[in-house]
């Protein structure tokens, strides 16, 4: 913002440098470019010629400055006609559309992929050498991107009322092309000439270091090099400031281009480091009971969010038990997903992710990318939600579960692999799997594309499955069918489970166990016909009292309670749910409510401190 | 919808490809061949005097009229100076009297074996800094590439070739400061011409890989455990080829123009010297040899990159004219 703005200014002080010394050129040079003085040539650089002499004895300072003179004109010229020619071209055909819209663009098209080069090249070789010839040659090409600009700008306004309304008071087209459409097309045409500039006076650096362009005795810089030419080794100062004063021009117009072309920037989600800022849980990791595949204990994540940061899940304790699924239902933005995939290294770099996360007796909160993959694919598999984006749209099904195989170590020989594909895709419930591997993720429906990422996820024969949202944006019958498949799967390869998932009727199909979640923190636990039969929290009894009854519409999701969703688990001080209890009482904006047994010794928890079912009279 | 058959699919994209091409090298045709239009002063005069060896007579530059049949509309001269050129024939040069085709082609193969040296520094080296870029956290080394290749995008080529003509030839004595004799000759030339290539290329990669490698099937793939180098390889490149074909095809078709400069410096007898003498002399026909060769190249380079992504991405191959 501030800085980046500071940035940028900073970035385009050589381009500011180079218009002060082209315009101050006479004024501020200490000498005639043009006297020779033969008694003095080829002397290094003194006080009296900062930058030493050439061969000529002229003051290499002075031809510097006015080769800035030079340069600055020839590109003030170029720019001058291309911008112009440019912008009317592009808001005359803008505002015509039609034929004449396509005509032109079809031109600049052609004229803008074309190497400015050749056409300036043949231009200045059939009409010979000199300073107009140049700039017809570099403006006969570079006023395409001010049309292309100018075109595009205009063509969004040609339907826009205001238009319709200037016509209706009776302006001419010439008038609604001059006066207000061409001020409008001229500014973003003015910010791309400051990126244009350099490429104008790298062009004709070089077509005058060819002996194309500028002829001497002109200090032109290319020219002032080529004649430096033969003392390369023994006066440095030829050799060096034209060279300097054109990369930095350059430079400093491609940095301005591409700091005007970038937007916000995100990191790739590959890293090549070791991920940083993660601290391992003090405590030494309790002895697993055999029966849990996955315990996580105070799993916390954060978010850098600006110059701050953002917790987004806050101290998460949870377990799941093999042959078991457990369910995480909350809304969107609760925090669900995250506390779901964190364990496995699946959010975005940026996270920083703390606490303990042991599979069997492995700790898997800051594994390095290297240990990473020991895991994921081979003792987890993952279950992403339908939104066709998750399966590379230019490989085929057959290609993806192939991988699959293969990171899970069961490959071998194309056929074997093959082979192994073809199961796994028939476990997940896909009758064709020859005919399935072929398509590509667009060619299959949702449905079948849960089933192919099921069949990836299978690859591995993993303990746990993470399925986020598997069914959601599937309709209702294609939705049971996932789950049932999702809980045969479950009881045939004994698998653990975690389901992610909005909707709490869907997950009480097949959940053992549910954790609702809500503002980054579990709000209520438990097996899952206690929590449905007995909820305690309000949070949850407003999920069930939404919960269409049982056999009247399966699926529908639920209605939202009023008010809006939670926020981040430390956006207030007290409960996260408390702005949206109907039971909140003053003690509530305390401090957040733990998560308790309800009962000693029962698996059913709640944090709550005035539930409606323990305090009755609410 | 379903696509019966790949290959069929593509069969018939690469034909429609094909004579679209041809369509492009055409109408480049015709604005080669209008250059003679542009043109300042009668050819006829030019080569009449270069024939005689001194100012010609008018009877000298009818005769050069007549045997060039300059006086036919423009169509008819067009049509035939098409159907020459096709067969190698460009004509005499203005500057030498001699044909301009065999000259051409004895020095296509510098020019082409130049290209192509410094077409590999330019995919090598702009791939890898540019996956690096994409992929590196940020920090100071992916800073320094950054601006590193702005830098070398921004540096005239013939200030390049003299610092290292400087430091490689002259200081440290490691190759010669010119000429073209054995390999160690070709390194300057290809490093001039490939680094601001490599450097352009490179800042697409890793602006487009790193946009590809957000996407939702990159963390699908980290889920199943696939390496780093097979997601940016299977699934972070070919879903950020478009972009980067298309700058690829232009960078490698523009390193043929830009032999002008590369071959003047270290004095290579190719094609671009030759353009850079046809230009200073005003020779029509070498002139418009030269560009249509240059221009026929570029333009391939770029067709070539385009039908590329169609075969990748078939989603591509929709959308191209
Ligand atoms: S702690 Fe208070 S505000 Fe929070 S859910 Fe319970 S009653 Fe409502």
Redesign the interface.
Known sequence: MNRGRARTTLVAVPLVVFVVAGLLAPLIAPADPTANDLAAGLASPSAEHLLGTDQLGRDQLSRLLYGAQISLAITAAVLAISLTAGAVVGTVAGYAGGWVDRVVSRVIDVVVSLPGMLVALAVIGVRGPGVDNLILALALWSWAPYARIARARVASLRDSPHLDALRLLGAGHGRIVGRHLLPLALAPCLVYASTDVGTVVLAVATLSFLGLGVAPPSAEWGQMLIEGRPFLASAWWLAYPPGVAITAVVFASNLLGERLAAGAERPSIIRLVRPGRIRRATRPAASPDPGTVLRVRDLSVTYPDGSASRRVVAGMSYEVRRGQVLAFVGETGSGKTTAALAPFGLLDPSAAVTGSALLDTHELIGLAPGERRRINGRRVGVVFQDSGAFLNPLRTIGAHVDEAVRNAGRGGRRAATRRVSGELLRLAGLPDPVAVARQFPHQLSGGMRQRAQIAIALAGEPELLVADEPTSALDATVQAQLLDLLARLRDELGMAMIIVSHDLAVVSRVADTVAVVYGGRIVESGPATDLIDEPDHPYTRGLLDAVPRPRTAPGTRFRTMPGLAGGGPDDLAGCGFAPRCPLRQDSCDHEPPALQPLLPATAHRSACLHPPTREGSC | ???PDRLVAAGGYVTRWAADTVGVLL?MSVG?FA??L???GDPAAVLAATRAGRPATPEQIEAVRVELGLDDPAPVRYLRWLAHASTGDFGLSLRTNTPVGPEVADRLGVTFGLVAGSATVALVVGLAVGVAG?????GPLRGALRIGA??V???????LS??L??FLA?RLHLVPTSGMAGPRTWLMPMAVLGLPAAGVLS?VVA?T??EA????????????????L???L???L??AAGPILSVAG?GI??LL??T??VE?IFGWPGLGAY??Q???A???PA?QAA?LV??GG?ILA?RCADVLHGL????ARRSSS
Do not use: E, H
């Open positions: 919808m379903r696509v109408a080669t250059l003679v542009l043109a300042r994409a992929v590196l956290p940020r702005l830098l995008t921004s540096v005239p080529a013939f200030w003299y610092l003509v400087l002259l800042r602006v890989l790193r490698l957000d996407r939702p099937y990159v963390r699908a793939a980290q889920a199943r455990g696939s390496r780093p097979s997601i940016v299977r699934d972070g070919p879903n232009f078709g523009s123009v830009a002008v400069v003047k353009f850079v046809a230009a200073g005003r020779d029509v002139l560009v240059m221009g570029f770029n990748i991405d078939p989603r």
